[in-house]
């Protein structure tokens, strides 16, 4: 009898051990269906979902700071989305290798990314950590060194109707630069507002590398995504860019939009491709706002809704510098190659005349318009000014919008530089930084020093002159528009 009961407990230990080493990272063999969708948009755009939400569950489980970027945030939402709702998720790794998979076949949670084909909810390489959501985490750090913008783009997106956009939806874009470098970006939709602007998620490298949550922009036009949607083949492989939607049946993640039929989906349109090459990047970002605004905007609501995003991305701008200084000051050195990248912000720089562009065109339009706000108008006059202004002229803009190069620096309050709109008109006036190299006027290079980013001719550093990109500029918006009248 001994004997017997001795036998049944080491089964049942061998059993209990067998399970516990099968656990999947979650379990969810359910497909997704539209309600699910539905569900996710709906969670995506609720208040529950906070900016930093995967930061903070991510420290709250594993005790440590998160590092995300753009793509990691998109899938990471879904992700734990799936986990929380029973859903199945499987799609391809685009780092992977053959030669580097295991011999043995194999795979471990040490293996390397590369040696991973597939990223899958059924993956078992983590059944050692019991925590559900440590188990989670755990996965997720490995898989999302093996997706980006271009596995979005590539294999698991599918493009819609400009018109149809809703929270959870996102929008990519692809950027080779002068020196044949690429940049990916990708922004998450939070929600849509009934003046045609859109409340974004979106990360950045240097969010990534500083550890720091994805940042949310509310009331932003959709001009913030910078660059147009476009189509191409890069190794082989074809992609598409611009407005997208996870795809509905997770059957056909992981194939190119050539392998699949996608025109079967809920809202599929190609109309985003045939409007970018028919018209300019300006003029594509007006008609998408009028696409998805909710009736026609009065003049007034319009100037002022520009006016303040023009006013946000130049006080967003502030923190992307100082950040690159701490970090300048970090290595005592120059940026090189990675830091460079995370740290310069010639995109960004271009959205953000892009938007100055647009708020100039609309007032110039309607200058001479009958207005109810006049006061509107009269401060739109002394922002786009060709002349010097008086002390209380600076003093109504700087009421209206406050650049503050130097805040949360060590500059004494009293000594602290702050801009107006006109400064940075006037800045932006002194000629193109492609022709300028970039000296007098807003520079991206991270090696160049806080003041001579925002055009002062103060402080300016010639050690690190002739480091890569000192001289390139993004040329994807016509920058004599905003230097004409």
């Not at 799936?82 to 790794?93: D, R, Y």
């Not at 110039?364 to 109810?372: A, C, E, I, M, V």
């Amino acid at each position: 009898m001994k004997n017997f009961f001795l036998t049944a407990i080491f089964f049942l230990f061998i059993t209990i051990n067998f399970n516990q080493t099968q656990a999947k990272v979650w379990e969810g063999s359910k497909n997704w269906t539209s309600e699910d969708w539905d569900g996710f948009s709906k969670w995506v755009g609720s208040k529950e979902l906070p900016t930093d939400f995967l930061n903070s569950k991510y420290y709250e489980v594993m005790g440590k700071k998160l590092q995300i970027n753009c793509a990691d945030l998109a899938y990471g939402l879904m992700l734990w989305y799936a986990k929380t709702n029973g859903l199945m998720f499987s799609t391809k790794n685009i780092s992977y290798n053959p030669k580097l998979a295991p011999k043995s076949g194999i795979l471990t949670a040490k293996t390397n990314i590369q040696g991973f084909k597939f990223f899958s909810n059924e993956l078992t390489q983590w059944d050692h950590i019991a925590d559900p959501d440590k188990r989670f985490f755990a996965f997720y750090d490995k898989m999302k060194s093996g997706l980006e913008t271009f596995s979005l783009a590539t294999y698991d997106t599918y493009p819609i109707e400009l018109q149809k956009i809703r929270p959870g939806d996102l929008y990519t874009w692809d950027m080779t630069d002068k020196e044949q470098k690429i940049t990916r970006h990708t922004f998450v939709i939070k929600a849509l507002n009934p003046d045609g602007t859109l409340d974004v998620f979106y990360s950045t490298q240097e969010s990534e590398k500083n550890s720091l949550p994805p940042r949310l922009r509310t009331g932003t036009n959709p001009s913030i995504f910078n660059l147009l949607p476009k189509r191409m083949t890069i190794w082989g492989l074809k992609n598409q860019y611009g407005l997208s939607r996870f795809r509905p049946n997770m059957n056909d993640w992981g194939f190119q939009y050539t392998e699949k039929d996608l025109t079967q989906y809920e809202d599929y349109s190609e109309e985003q491709f045939e409007l970018a090459a028919q018209l300019g990047l300006g003029e594509f970002f007006k008609i998408f706002k009028q696409k998805i605004s909710q009736g026609d905007i009065p003049l007034e609501k319009e100037l002022w809704s520009l006016l303040r995003n023009t006013c946000t991305d130049f006080k967003d701008r502030v923190k992307s510098v100082l950040q690159a200084e701490a970090a300048a000051l970090m290595i005592q050195g120059c940026f090189k190659a990675g830091d460079f990248d995370a740290y310069s912000t010639p995109v960004g720089d271009s959205g953000k005349i892009q938007d100055f562009l647009s708020l100039k065109e609309l007032y110039f339009t309607h200058q001479n318009d009958p207005t109810s706000e006049p006061e509107l108008f009269k401060n739109l006059s002394l922002i786009f000014s060709d002349s010097e202004l008086s002390e209380s002229e600076k003093n109504n803009l700087l009421q209206i919008c406050t650049i503050n190069i130097d805040e949360n620096s060590k500059v004494p309050m009293e000594s602290q530089k702050k801009l107006t709109l006109h400064d940075i008109y006037k800045t932006l006036k002194m000629g193109s930084p492609a022709k300028r190299a970039g000296l007098s006027a807003l520079h991206f290079n991270p090696n160049v020093s806080r003041y001579r980013r925002w055009g002062l001719d103060i402080g300016f550093d010639k050690k690190c002159w002739n480091e890569p990109g000192y001289y390139s500029y993004p040329d994807n918006f016509n920058y004599d528009l905003l230097i004409s009248k």
